[in-house]
């Protein structure tokens, strides 16, 4: 998992990167806000606000009562059926 996330280290500022790795819980809460840094452009700023309003967790949250998982940008998407 962590060389899928080796590219998007690259497209972000070390200030972004040092914020995501010491501020977020689990690799997929990592890709997320790589990725979403890097899909809306965020600055420096804007990934702290929305890091310390729990984005991410409150996604995930709405995500699981809806039956879906979090894309890395954010979107929902179906859960495969079992």
């Given at each position: 998992?962590?060389?899928?996330?080796?590219?998007?280290?690259?497209?972000?500022?070390?200030?972004?990167?040092?914020?995501?790795?010491?501020?977020?819980?689990?690799?997929?809460?990592?890709e997320f806000y790589l990725k979403t840094c890097i899909t809306e452009r965020w600055s420096r700023r804007e990934l702290e606000r929305q890091i310390n309003a729990s984005l991410y967790e409150r996604l995930e949250a709405f995500a699981e009562g809806q039956g879906q998982n979090i894309l890395h940008n954010g979107r929902c998407i179906d859960l495969p059926n079992p």
């Open positions: 998992m962590l060389l899928k996330l080796s590219p998007l280290v690259t497209e972000l500022s070390w200030s972004h990167n040092l914020m995501i790795v010491h501020q977020t819980d689990s690799v997929e809460e990592n």
